[in-house]
């Protein structure tokens, strides 16, 4: 089992900035891939980014890239998602994820992923 725990969250204007991390108990932490996904109201939940488990590879929903920057520290079993140019349409629970295997075998879809947290709200305001 891995545990996995979001802080960071919070309310920020428009074009703000806010970094998320996201915390990791129990398993290897440096053996998964790391996720993070987000849900607004009434949406489905949705993938936001991912990074493989050495840091070397991520990659970003469309919505998101050249604004998000996931990195992680192995050594403090933390990953860390950036928010930059934050929009109000970026409101959402983000969730981080965790996963094992192939990188190549990652998908950016919530069944793929093993363990999640609980979440942190992110509110943009315009």
């Known amino acids: 089992q891995v545990q996995l725990v979001e802080s960071g969250g919070g309310l920020v204007q428009a074009g703000g900035s806010l970094r998320l991390s996201c915390a990791a108990s129990g398993r290897t932490f440096s053996n998964y891939h790391m996720g993070w996904f987000r849900q607004a109201p009434g949406k489905e939940r949705e993938f936001v980014a991912a990074?493989?488990?050495?840091?070397?590879?991520?990659y970003y929903a469309a919505s998101v890239k050249g604004r998000f920057t996931f990195s992680r520290d192995n050594a403090k079993n933390t990953a860390y998602l950036q928010l930059n140019s934050l929009k109000p349409e970026d409101t959402a629970v983000y969730y981080c994820?965790?996963?094992?295997?192939?990188?190549?075998?990652?998908?950016?879809?919530?069944?793929?992923?093993?363990?999640w947290g609980q979440g942190t709200q992110v509110t943009v305001s315009s």
């Open positions: 990074i493989s488990w050495t840091g070397s590879s991520t």
């Open positions: 994820a965790a996963v094992n295997g192939g990188w190549a075998e990652v998908r950016p879809t919530t069944g793929a992923w093993w363990y």
